[in-house]
């Protein structure tokens, strides 16, 4: 068994220890763990819902090329994607569903990008994220100075009012890492960190961040979110101690969650909904709006549009992009380059644990940032 998963992972180019508990390596080294089993399992049908929204961009061109060697042996294949650019790539023939209906079936040499955004989202795709502002650079809201841990080493970071940053790298670059050792979820060996001149106490609690005002959405936003609880519930979670520390009366909970989610436009609206009925982007709003109540300085946010369509993810930039606007410091960790182009002022680049480059976000492209990983 041990060399038979060896293999199938080395047709991959992955060299893992298949002994090690999956739990121990990251969610993009877990999907292509899922994805292979379904492979070894001999079946001629295959379906793939989402199968690189975990992916680095390296790793998605061998998934992509290990569909194409699929196709070739004679296996069907139902492959359900919003990177639209992928779907191109890989389909011979492309429906598009909305609102639970098929609105239409295309050859892929018959469709383009802008056909398949429209159909998408029922209208022409408009660009209705704000426009950006200069960033207060007088002085650095977030200061990260040589922060290392296990997964990464000697960090220097600003982010500053009115300003994103975009922290991008693939899959196991250790950005994620560095995200949550900044809200106090990992540890880290040494160097400091500090809110607006005041430096944190090493390997400070994830309670203590909160309260220099520091907030973070965690790219897994199923496991941040209490499925099963109204969505007010989810929104009020972190801050019971203010509303009321033993029995937070319903009307109070309501009056605080309310406003924050009529910010984030959760569709439908009602704050008495299960989390758990709302789609991907809607539960993405609530992850951003529980920490809209008492509204942060810094603003950290783990791949913010992972597995959303293009109209969620417009709606979810928008909401990143107002608060820039209104003055808080942004931080976006994620693996995909589409999202860091199209929001961030500034892009910090990491490749295995370092800081490889940090850019100004001008006339840059794709091709740019994979240069560098």
């Known amino acids: ?165 975009g922290l991008y790298g693939a899959v196991g670059a250790g950005h994620f890492e560095l995200a949550r050792a900044i809200f106090g979820l990992y540890r880290f060996d040494s160097g400091t960190i500090a809110v607006d001149g005041r430096a944190f106490p090493h390997n400070h609690s994830a309670q203590y961040a909160i309260e220099q005002g520091v907030a973070y959405a965690i790219e897994a936003r199923r496991k941040s979110l209490f499925m099963d609880e109204a969505i007010y519930k989810n929104v009020t979670l972190p801050h019971l101690s203010k509303i009321g520390r033993f029995a937070p009366r319903q009307s109070a909970e309501l009056s605080v969650a309310t406003p924050a989610i009529q910010m984030v436009n959760v569709q439908p609206p009602d704050p008495f909904n299960a989390a758990g009925k709302l789609s991907g982007g809607n539960q993405q709003k609530v992850a951003l709006a529980r920490w809209l109540t008492y509204p942060p300085k810094v603003f950290i946010v783990s791949e913010p549009t992972r597995g959303m369509d293009v109209g969620a993810k417009n709606e979810v930039l928008s909401i990143l992009r107002k608060l820039r606007n209104e003055g808080f410091a942004v931080l976006i960790a994620s693996s995909e380059p589409e999202t860091i182009l199209v929001v961030a002022d500034r892009i910090v680049v990491m490749s295995r644990g370092r800081i490889v480059a940090q850019l100004e976000n001008k006339n840059l492209n794709k091709e740019d940032l994979m240069r560098l990983l």
């Open 1 to 165: 068994m041990n060399a038979v998963a060896e293999a199938e992972l080395g047709k991959l180019d992955f060299a893992l220890d298949v002994r090690a508990p999956l739990g121990k390596y990251p969610l993009g080294i877990q999907q292509v763990v899922e994805i292979l089993r379904a492979i070894l399992s001999g079946a001629r049908v295959l379906i793939m819902d989402e199968p690189t929204s975990a992916l680095a961009l390296a790793e998605v061109e061998r998934l992509v090329e290990l569909v194409g060697t699929l196709r070739q042996q004679g296996r069907s294949i139902i492959y359900i994607s919003h990177f639209l650019e992928e779907v191109m790539r890989v389909a011979d023939r492309i429906t598009v569903l909305r609102d639970g209906r098929k609105v239409a079936t295309l050859n892929r040499d018959q469709a383009s990008m802008n056909e398949l955004i429209s159909l998408i989202l029922g209208r022409e795709i408009s660009a209705s994220l704000p426009s950006a502002i200069t960033a207060d650079s007088s002085r650095a809201r977030l200061e990260v100075k040589e922060l290392s841990a296990d997964s990464f080493s000697g960090i220097n970071l600003e982010v500053g009012r009115s300003e994103i940053v």
